[in-house]
């Protein structure tokens, strides 16, 4: 049976941040947890080969020294890399890591995006990913990665789905919304095991008060002309990925990163949004 654990983010520290455990049978994990930092912390871009002074001014205020986080330059992909001290830690392209040095701390840029946090409870391995609508899926590369490296099993896994934009916000057009439900979605189950889109009538002029409906028949909305919108749920997609591969604690954030300003968002910020940086490892 599927654990869920719901949590919000509460911010604290002079470069504001977020903490939150892995959570196993209805307690928290010591020795690895979870960090994002807030829109408030500064802008986390990260490029490759290039200092960025927020970024280890963060590290620093969580004892870590830089050269101990490793990135990656994401691309929006499903590639995942096994990582250790030795690895170079600037530049591969990539949207997830693992690793079970506990000298190393794992960390992956988002906004809107979801971070996944995995840590195996059996052998120590601990993994970090990004997770937007073209790489759902990466968790299950994750998961099989850490099984390869360490017989990782999922119902010893403790996952972690941070703060991203959620199905009320995450408008798609209608050919992303069909794909994304053929391959990771379904109907039925409570929330957020349920189907992944919601299609939604809604009236003109951005009028948001509009009808969920799973039927082909427009409703009759007695206002006038509307039309279906979409909405893509990230939590839900990931949550049933981890739980159809056997991982049994999952911990859930319940913020939306497109409604709350304490989140850097692509979605609500536009081009000059605000990276936030999620961390993974002994902090």
């Known amino acids: 049976m599927v654990q869920l654990y719901p949590f919000t983010c509460a911010f604290q520290g002079s470069?504001?941040?977020a903490s939150f455990p892995f959570m196993m049978d209805g307690r928290s994990v010591s020795g690895t947890g979870c960090v994002v930092s807030s829109r408030n912390a500064g802008n986390m871009v990260y490029s490759e080969g290039l200092n960025s002074p927020p970024r280890e001014r963060f590290y620093r205020s969580l004892g870590l020294e830089p050269e101990r986080v490793y990135a990656c330059t994401q691309i929006h992909s499903r590639r995942v890399l096994a990582v250790n001290r030795l690895?170079?830690?600037?530049?591969?392209e990539a949207d997830g890591m693992i690793s079970r040095d506990p000298s190393v701390a794992l960390s992956v840029t988002v906004a809107d995006c979801m971070p996944v946090y995995l840590y195996d409870t059996g052998s120590g391995g601990f993994?970090?990913?990004h997770s937007g609508w073209r790489g759902t899926g990466i968790v299950l590369v994750a998961l099989d990665?850490?099984?390869s490296?360490?017989?990782t099993r999922p119902e010893e896994v403790a996952a972690v789905l941070g703060p991203a934009i959620r199905g009320c916000c995450y408008r798609v057009d209608e050919e992303r919304a069909r794909s994304f439900e053929a391959e990771f979605g379904g109907n039925g189950g409570a929330y957020p095991l349920g189907g992944v889109i919601r299609r939604v009538w809604e009236l003109p002029a951005g009028?948001?008060?509009g009808v969920e409906t799973g039927s082909g028949t427009e409703p009759d909305s007695g206002n006038g002309p509307g039309a279906y919108a979409w909405y893509l749920?990230?939590?839900a997609a990931n949550a049933r990925l981890l739980a159809n591969a056997g991982v049994r604690n999952i911990a859930v954030c319940e913020d939306c990163t497109f409604t709350d300003s304490n989140f850097g968002s692509f979605r609500r910020e536009g081009a000059d949004y605000t990276r936030m940086a999620a961390l993974a490892g002994q902090l």
């Open 145 to 147: 990665l850490m099984a």
């Open 207 to 209: 009028n948001s008060s």
């Open 15 to 17: 470069l504001p941040r």
């Open 233 to 235: 749920d990230l939590p």
């Open 149 to 151: 490296h360490w017989s």
């Open 87 to 92: 690895s170079p830690n600037r530049g591969p």
């Open 127 to 129: 993994g970090l990913v």
